[in-house]
């Protein structure tokens, strides 16, 4: 597609629920990555995938957080167990690494609400 | 670790005044450094970045900074401030080609006439 695109746009949840948050990046990107925004908070790292190699998982805020990419393109973030502290904005972002010029293509992002 | 820090959170100019976002980063190795900006209810976007090439940085809208690593810093700065200006800075470091990319909390620009 011509840009990154995540879904759904939108998600309210109740407490205790799961939910999978999709990501589809810009085709060939090698790079993808997920961040959390909260109100005040800037922008929480909570995982990078880089081409074959192992993710960089450090961001995650807990055992409840994870996050695969397939074939190297769709990635989905899955929080199990949800619990209101989970609200905010999840954002994808993806760049072409191979340059090394670490210029991410942001989503428009989903907005989490857990009741 | 790599860390970035921006100092105020809200700042606010005249239309037409100087712009200058603080941004102090932390790094064992030589940075690379970036600034993205949020406009409301929009995605992110690249402004400029750093990557060991000429010190003083020009982005997109006028907008320019300048890497000095004897201050660790990496301040954004505008000769004349535009009511269009007005958004959501974020400075950023990323420690190598291969290493994530390490966001600050971001300065909220407010823009008067």
């Known amino acids: 597609g011509a840009g990154v695109s995540q879904s759904p746009s939108n998600k309210v949840t109740e407490k205790g629920k799961d939910v999978e948050l999709r990501c589809d990046p810009i085709s060939g990107h090698t790079a993808l990555y997920w961040y959390r925004q909260s109100l005040g908070q800037g922008l929480e790292f909570l995982i990078y995938?880089?081409?074959?190699?192992?993710?960089?998982k450090s961001g995650l805020p807990s055992d409840r957080f994870s996050a695969e990419r397939t074939g190297g393109s769709v990635s989905t973030l899955t929080i199990q167990r949800t619990q209101q502290e989970d609200s905010a904005v999840y954002l994808c972002?993806?760049?072409?690494?191979?340059?090394?010029?670490?210029?991410?293509?942001f989503g428009s992002g989903t907005q989490l609400s857990v009741l | 670790a790599q860390s970035v820090t921006q100092l105020g959170s809200h700042v606010s100019v005249s239309e037409g005044a100087l712009v200058l976002l603080r941004c102090n980063y932390s790094s064992s190795v030589p940075p690379y450094l970036f600034w993205y900006v949020q406009y409301p209810n929009q995605g992110l976007q690249l402004l400029l970045k750093y990557t060991s090439a000429a010190t003083l940085v020009k982005g997109i809208n006028g907008f320019e900074a300048e890497f000095k690593k004897s201050e660790t810093s990496f301040h954004l700065t505008k000769p004349s401030a535009h009511m269009s200006d007005a958004a959501e800075y974020f400075c950023a470091v990323a420690t190598g080609t291969a290493s994530k990319l390490t966001f600050g909390t971001g300065t909220r620009l407010q823009v008067t006439l």
């Open positions: 972002a993806s760049s072409s690494d191979g340059t090394g010029s670490k210029k991410l293509f």
């Open positions: 995938f880089q081409g074959n190699s192992a993710p960089d």
